[in-house]
């Protein structure tokens, strides 16, 4: 039997749920309830202790108390999220042993104390996010043993020891994004051996020590974008074969070492867009043999070679827009065979030669819209492939002419080749001089026209 509760007074409660359902409830859910205490409504529940999941979502409970779920030996699941508790006091999960999961998320929790889930030892899932916790004891986590996802997402936390997690042998997913750390303590991974996610995102870690992931193989998420990291060390993501996805993004990076990755076959995302990348060491990508998306985008590039996508034969996907990009030739893309897709979009791009794609046979969707383009003369050859490839170009704005400024703003696929024009500035020539001129000013005057062009000083010789 299910009992769900949606915004009603407490006394309501007994009637609704335990009139009708007094032996056989499973499910307890409590919506939008105005009550102050948990432990008023979990003493019904004695009536079914073989109810397995409990929810209370946006109710405005300021506390649990110990005791609000004694007599529950079957419970498998407990959500209280969106409420007013700010803290949880340790026994109030007492003799839950077959607990799995537990979702304290979107509360006003401030802290975590040691033993408050020592009585967990089968939970499996534990969601604190979003939340305001700024500091956990050491301890808290040390009797849970199989825990497989700890969320600690959207808190307070500026710091975590390397003890703090050291007995999760069994954890698996990892979220400590969007928190305050500003480091990362060594070792802080080295006991946690079957890790498939790591979220670090949205902190403020300005360095990663070498060797600070340690158990590689099974590792297959790494988010460590919108941190402060200037830079990466050596040889930092080798040894990963089962990594998909890597995020490097809003960072502060200004250079790549020269062995950055290496034995990472499975990666298929990599993000390194927005940073203050000048330049890229040849072959740095060259490992990622199975890469198929690159974000590269919001860098400062200027030039982009060939060297960049070395060994990128699977590359699909290729991000270069707002990377001040101001030239390109056809053998910068001559490694990327696969590619499909390439965003080129707001650089500083003025005009293209006409063959500049051509190494890219796969190539379908083309971004090249908010470039500063020069719709002269030069740009002929490329205004042609635009012509006879309008199919590939998908940009959601077309491309405007900025220059000259008679096309100002114009559509560059709408010109014609009598518009794409390269002005050319005629020789000056002196005016021929009337007899009113003294014959001695005459003389004098002709003799500097000579110098200009042959044709004026063919003209003096004539008028002498």
Same mark, same amino acid.
């Given at each position: 039997?299910?009992?769900? $509760?949606?915004?009603?007074?407490?006394?309501?409660?007994?009637?609704?749920?335990?009139?009708?359902?007094?032996?056989?409830?499973?499910?307890?859910?409590?919506?939008?309830?105005?009550?102050?205490?948990?432990?008023?409504?979990?003493?019904?529940?004695?009536?079914?202790?073989?109810?397995?999941?409990?929810?209370?979502?946006?109710?405005?409970?300021?506390?649990?108390?110990?005791?609000?779920?004694?007599?529950?030996?079957?419970?498998?699941?407990?959500?209280?999220?969106?409420?007013?508790?700010?803290?949880?006091?340790?026994? $109030?999960?007492?003799?839950?042993?077959?607990?799995? !999961?537990?979702?304290?998320?979107?509360?006003?929790?401030?802290?975590?104390?040691?033993?408050?889930?020592?009585?967990?030892?089968?939970?499996?899932?534990?969601?604190?996010?979003?939340?305001?916790?700024?500091?956990?004891?050491?301890?808290?986590?040390?009797?849970?043993?199989?825990?497989?996802?700890?969320?600690?997402?959207?808190?307070?936390?500026?710091?975590?020891?390397?003890?703090?997690?050291?007995?999760?042998?069994?954890?698996?997913?990892?979220?400590?994004?969007?928190?305050?750390?500003?480091?990362?303590?060594?070792?802080?991974?080295?006991?946690?051996?079957?890790?498939?996610?790591?979220?670090?995102?949205?902190?403020?870690?300005?360095?990663?020590?070498?060797?600070?992931?340690?158990?590689?193989?099974?590792?297959?998420?790494?988010?460590?974008?919108?941190?402060?990291?200037?830079?990466?060390?050596?040889?930092?993501?080798?040894?990963?074969?089962?990594?998909?996805?890597?995020?490097?993004?809003?960072?502060?990076?200004?250079?790549?070492?020269?062995?950055?990755?290496?034995?990472?076959?499975?990666?298929?995302?990599?993000?390194?867009?927005?940073?203050?990348?000048?330049?890229?060491?040849?072959?740095?990508?060259?490992?990622?043999?199975?890469?198929?998306?690159?974000?590269?985008?919001?860098?400062?590039?200027?030039?982009?070679?060939?060297?960049?996508?070395?060994?990128?034969?699977?590359?699909?996907?290729?991000?270069?827009?707002?990377?001040?990009?101001?030239?390109?030739?056809?053998?910068?893309?001559?490694?990327?065979?696969?590619?499909?897709?390439?965003?080129?979009?707001?650089?500083?791009?003025?005009?293209?030669?006409?063959?500049?794609?051509?190494?890219?046979? !796969?190539?379908?969707?083309?971004?090249?819209?908010?470039?500063?383009?020069?719709?002269?003369?030069?740009?002929?050859?490329?205004?042609?492939?635009?012509?006879?490839?309008?199919?590939?170009?998908?940009?959601?704005?077309?491309? $405007?002419?900025?220059?000259?400024?008679?096309?100002?703003?114009?559509?560059?696929?709408?010109?014609?080749?009598?518009?794409?024009?390269?002005?050319?500035?005629?020789?000056?020539?002196?005016?021929?001089?009337?007899? %009113?001129?003294?014959?001695?000013?005459?003389? %004098?005057?002709?003799?500097?026209?000579?110098?200009?062009?042959?044709? %004026?000083?063919?003209?003096?010789?004539?008028?002498?």
């Amino acid at each position: 039997c299910l009992c769900y $509760v949606f915004s009603i007074f407490t006394s309501l409660l007994h009637l609704l749920c335990f009139y009708y359902f007094p032996f056989c409830l499973h499910y307890l859910g409590i919506d939008n309830m105005i009550i102050n205490l948990v432990y008023q409504i979990i003493m019904f529940l004695s009536k079914n202790p073989q109810i397995k999941k409990i929810e209370f979502l946006g109710t405005s409970t300021h506390s649990v108390e110990v005791g609000a779920f004694e007599g529950l030996p079957d419970i498998t699941t407990i959500e209280i999220s969106g409420t007013d508790v700010t803290s949880l006091p340790v026994g $109030v999960f007492k003799d839950l042993n077959n607990l799995q !999961k537990l979702v304290l998320k979107s509360n006003k929790i401030h802290s975590l104390e040691n033993g408050l889930f020592d009585d967990l030892k089968n939970l499996q899932e534990l969601y604190l996010h979003m939340n305001e916790i700024s500091s956990i004891e050491e301890g808290t986590f040390d009797n849970l043993e199989n825990l497989l996802i700890l969320h600690l997402a959207k808190n307070s936390l500026r710091s975590v020891s390397t003890s703090l997690f050291s007995n999760l042998k069994s954890l698996k997913l990892f979220r400590l994004y969007e928190n305050q750390l500003t480091a990362l303590p060594d070792g802080i991974f080295d006991n946690l051996p079957v890790l498939e996610e790591i979220a670090l995102q949205g902190n403020k870690i300005s360095f990663l020590q070498p060797n600070l992931f340690p158990h590689k193989s099974k590792l297959k998420k790494l988010y460590l974008d919108n941190n402060l990291l200037t830079e990466l060390q050596p040889d930092l993501f080798v040894g990963f074969p089962s990594l998909k996805i890597l995020t490097l993004h809003n960072n502060q990076l200004t250079s790549l070492p020269n062995v950055l990755f290496g034995e990472m076959g499975s990666i298929a995302e990599l993000s390194l867009s927005h940073n203050n990348l000048t330049h890229l060491p040849t072959g740095v990508f060259s490992p990622l043999k199975k890469l198929k998306k690159l974000d590269l985008s919001s860098n400062q590039f200027s030039i982009i070679s060939a060297d960049f996508f070395e060994g990128l034969e699977k590359l699909t996907d290729l991000n270069l827009i707002d990377s001040n990009i101001e030239s390109l030739k056809q053998e910068d893309f001559k490694e990327l065979k696969s590619l499909s897709t390439l965003r080129l979009g707001n650089n500083k791009l003025q005009s293209l030669p006409g063959d500049v794609f051509d190494t890219l046979p !796969k190539l379908s969707k083309l971004y090249l819209d908010k470039n500063p383009w020069n719709c002269d003369c030069n740009l002929l050859p490329f205004y042609e492939w635009m012509k006879n490839n309008k199919h590939k170009i998908k940009s959601k704005t077309p491309e $405007v002419c900025e220059f000259p400024k008679n096309l100002l703003n114009q559509s560059i696929i709408s010109l014609t080749e009598e518009q794409l024009i390269c002005l050319t500035t005629s020789p000056t020539t002196t005016p021929l001089l009337t007899s %009113t001129v003294p014959m001695t000013t005459l003389h %004098t005057t002709t003799a500097s026209t000579t110098k200009l062009t042959s044709t %004026t000083a063919a003209r003096t010789t004539h008028n002498r």
